[in-house]
């Protein structure tokens, strides 16, 4: 049992957490969760995974088309609480909107948590950059390399918390 399991919800972001372990020199496997399901997660990290890695990272956006997912990451965290008992550490990451929050972050975009569409906000952003925004896991791996590290850890919060969780694991 070795390394660092990170969990994200969807692709472009798995992309983007890949892009930023490697420019941070830090390895650890990020799998796709692929549902909002706190069992899914406590299946990944229990059966798929048992054994495997020491720590676990579970990223879960926090709001999301202007539902809370507060509840549903309450749950999350009770149930995985229960992996604690199987010698994995784990730490659900409620990330504030969204990914695309840390992105807008790395962009100099001051108070991006508080954006409510993020996404829509990054549109605009790489749109005044004169660059077409397209949701794909190599443009946001390439805007993972592209970012202010130094300044997205300033004016995100819970990135600043990611960073600081992964350094420590």
Same mark, same amino acid.
């Given at each position: 049992?070795?390394?660092?399991?990170?969990?994200?919800?969807?692709?472009?972001?798995?992309?983007?957490?890949?892009?930023?372990?490697?420019?941070?020199?830090?390895?650890?496997?990020?799998?796709?969760?692929?549902?909002?399901?706190?069992?899914?997660?406590?299946?990944?990290?229990?059966?798929?995974?048992?054994?495997?890695?020491?720590?676990?990272?579970?990223?879960?956006? +926090?709001?999301?088309?202007?539902?809370? =997912?507060?509840?549903?990451?309450?749950? /999350? @965290? %009770?149930?995985?609480?229960?992996?604690? #008992?199987?010698?994995?550490? +784990?730490?659900?990451?409620?990330?504030? =909107?969204?990914?695309?929050?840390?992105? /807008? @972050? %790395?962009?100099?975009?001051?108070?991006? #948590?508080?954006?409510?569409?993020?996404?829509?906000?990054?549109?605009?952003?790489?749109?005044?950059?004169?660059?077409?925004?397209?949701?794909?896991?190599?443009?946001? #791996?390439?805007?993972?390399?592209?970012?202010?590290?130094?300044?997205?850890?300033?004016?995100?919060?819970?990135?600043?918390?990611?960073?600081?969780?992964?350094?420590?694991?």
């Amino acid at each position: 049992m070795s390394g660092t399991l990170i969990l994200v919800e969807g692709v472009t972001d798995q992309a983007f957490i890949r892009g930023v372990a490697e420019r941070l020199n830090i390895a650890c496997k990020i799998v796709v969760m692929r549902g909002n399901k706190p069992e899914k997660a406590y299946r990944i990290l229990n059966k798929t995974y048992s054994g495997e890695f020491e720590r676990a990272i579970v990223l879960k956006d +926090v709001h999301r088309a202007g539902i809370d =997912r507060t509840p549903l990451i309450e749950r /999350l @965290a %009770g149930r995985i609480k229960q992996l604690e #008992e199987e010698n994995i550490q +784990v730490c659900v990451l409620p990330v504030r =909107r969204s990914i695309e929050a840390w992105i /807008l @972050a %790395g962009l100099s975009q001051t108070n991006p #948590e508080d954006i409510l569409d993020p996404v829509e906000e990054l549109k605009k952003v790489m749109w005044r950059r004169g660059r077409q925004y397209v949701k794909s896991p190599a443009f946001y #791996e390439r805007l993972a390399k592209e970012i202010d590290i130094e300044k997205a850890l300033s004016l995100s919060r819970t990135f600043k918390d990611f960073v600081d969780l992964l350094s420590k694991l």
